[in-house]
């Protein structure tokens, strides 16, 4: 699968070494080939390369969090799923203080400038 990755990174280092060593060449060019050439072409395939994988990865996050079982837990192994390890937990408690989040403070600062 990296096999195209690898052989892209392989060129564009080779055209960055021919462009170090030529007669009119420099370093900065020679970095710049091999980064404009190379890493960004390269990292963008690998990532693209990379979706599906991740959308299973998702997909099976979802489908273990919808059980209400830890990811990884398999049943059969000596412990059996009880009714507290499959019941949902809150992912944000609720607010102990019963205050609304948009009530007015008391003591404002008055904006610089101005007089009250």
Do not use: C
């Given at each position: 699968?990296?096999?195209?990755?690898?052989?892209?990174?392989y060129?564009?280092?080779?055209?960055?070494?021919?462009?170090?060593?030529?007669?009119?060449?420099?370093?900065?060019?020679?970095i710049?080939?091999?980064?404009?050439?190379g890493?960004?072409?390269?990292?963008?395939v690998?990532?693209?390369?990379?979706?599906?994988?991740?959308?299973?990865?998702?997909?099976?996050?979802?489908?273990g969090?919808?059980?209400?079982l830890e990811?990884?837990?398999?049943?059969?192994?000596?412990?059996?799923?009880?009714p507290?390890?499959?019941?949902?937990?809150?992912?944000?408690?609720?607010?102990?203080?019963?205050?609304?989040?948009?009530?007015?403070?008391?003591?404002?600062?008055?904006?610089?400038g101005?007089?009250?």
């Open positions: 699968m990296y096999i195209v990755p690898i052989g892209w990174l060129v564009a280092l080779m055209m960055a070494v021919a462009e170090a060593t030529g007669t009119s060449g420099t370093i900065l060019g020679a710049v080939t091999f980064v404009l050439y890493m960004v072409p390269v990292a963008l690998v990532y693209l390369m990379g979706s599906p994988a991740r959308k299973r990865a998702i997909r099976a996050r979802e489908a969090s919808e059980t209400g990811p990884g837990f398999e049943p059969g192994l000596g412990e059996k799923p009880g507290a390890s499959l019941s949902p937990q809150p992912s944000n408690p609720p607010d102990a203080g019963h205050h609304s989040s948009a009530a007015p403070q008391i003591d404002r600062v008055p904006p610089v101005k007089e009250s």
